[in-house]
């Protein structure tokens, strides 16, 4: 009951703070492995989960007005990974992983991953990019 | 000005609710088709959603329709521990518990109260919005808004990201939202005005939607419009 009104009242209540500050900002990053403990001594090939594309044209934004899954998933994921870094819990890491490993292919050679998150902030006028978390290795077939 | 207010529709209360809930119907339709790529307990409940916007949309059963996605919108709370897609989904559940309170409350000046109650919230979220930006160096300097643009998680493709790279239009764009959001209350004061503020309001979400992907937002404050129009008729004029 308590949870349940802790969820509900900010939407009751709202404080529609929207951007008020611009923090750090957290990125997915996935790599595969061919082995459950292959990146133990090192992490190799770490590659933007859902990398935005370079260009979209006008027909793709308008569209998107209407069928926006994807993106909408990927702003979810997003949320996870901020609540992930302000308070670990087993929900947020549970749907990072099971959402990348639903969107892997599991007949590929490397049938594990680990996903990490790095929190990309402006220091001065320079961007920096830091590694604020790894996760536990995954079966791409069982997330 | 007499002539213009006099020249405009009246929205009854009853309009403005019906309204309302035919907006927020189809926002919900919207959204939940986007999870029925899903996983099957994720899906499962957004078919149900469906089922229940359906419902409200035939306008039968207004009061059980509400009430099934107040109690639908907390199991999907409790799923995503949290809303799945931040504002957009809080609105949408303040829309929906005002419209299920407009329907429940005991008498016509309760049902009043919590739709105004939601015109209230809609006037805040722009308000406040402002407030808490204006009240920031950061978006004062047009800082936030590069930021936005330079390293946040929202611009939907790359070269949305050089818009960082002009200083002049960031600052400009700053000030702009900015002085819109603060003076929005006072569009309450006339019809003109009000239906020119919503009318920038809606062109400002079209651009989040555009720019950061952020089309929810867009359809589900549409659906919030009617009930300011109604209060500022209750209320102003």
């Known amino acids: 009951m308590l949870k349940s009104l802790a969820l509900i009242a900010p939407a009751l209540i709202p404080s529609w703070r929207f951007f008020d500050r611009i923090t750090a900002s957290p990125r997915i990053e996935v790599a595969r492995m061919a082995q459950e403990d292959d990146l133990a001594t090192g992490a190799t090939g770490w590659r933007e989960f859902r990398p935005r594309p370079q260009s979209l044209s006008l027909t793709a934004l308008l569209r998107r007005l209407f069928w926006n899954p994807v993106w909408n998933e990927t702003l979810f994921l997003t949320s996870c990974a901020e609540r992930l870094l302000e308070k670990p819990t087993a929900h947020s890491i549970d749907e990072i992983a099971s959402r990348i490993a639903a969107g892997l292919d599991p007949r590929a050679a490397e049938p594990f991953f680990r996903f990490r998150l790095v929190l990309i902030s402006r220091e001065g006028d320079a961007l920096q990019k830091e590694v604020v978390y790894v996760s536990s290795p995954y079966s791409v077939t069982k997330g | ?237």
Not at chain 2, 158 to 175: D, L, M
């Open chain 2, 1 to 237: 000005m007499a002539d213009v207010i006099a020249s405009l529709p009246v929205l009854s209360f009853d309009t403005a609710q019906r309204v309302t809930e035919i907006l927020l119907a189809l926002a919900f339709l919207q959204q939940s088709a986007e999870h029925l790529r899903a996983a099957a307990k994720e899906r499962n409940l957004f078919v149900f959603r469906i089922a229940l916007c359906i419902l409200l949309l035939t306008g039968m059963a207004s009061l059980w329709a509400t009430a099934g996605l107040a109690l639908l919108g907390l199991l999907i709370l409790h799923r995503f521990q949290g809303p799945y897609n931040g504002g957009s989904d809080r609105m949408g559940l303040l829309i929906l518990f005002c419209l299920c309170l407009s329907h429940a409350a005991p008498s016509q000046i309760w049902r009043e109260v919590a739709l105004g109650y939601l015109a209230l919230q809609l006037m805040l979220s722009y308000f406040i919005s402002g407030w808490v930006k204006i009240v920031n160096p950061d978006w004062r300097s047009g800082r936030a808004l590069r930021d936005v643009f330079e390293f946040s998680a929202y611009p939907v493709c790359e070269n949305f990201r050089s818009i960082a790279t002009h200083p002049r239009i960031v600052f400009a764009g700053s000030w702009a939202v900015m002085l819109f959001e603060l003076v929005f209350p006072t569009t309450l004061l006339h019809p003109v005005a009000l239906i020119a503020g919503l009318s920038i309001a809606a062109l400002f979400h079209l651009a989040n939607a555009i720019l950061f992907g952020l089309n929810r937002f867009f359809w589900i404050w549409l659906a919030a419009y009617p009930s300011i129009f109604w209060f500022q008729q209750r209320v102003f004029l």
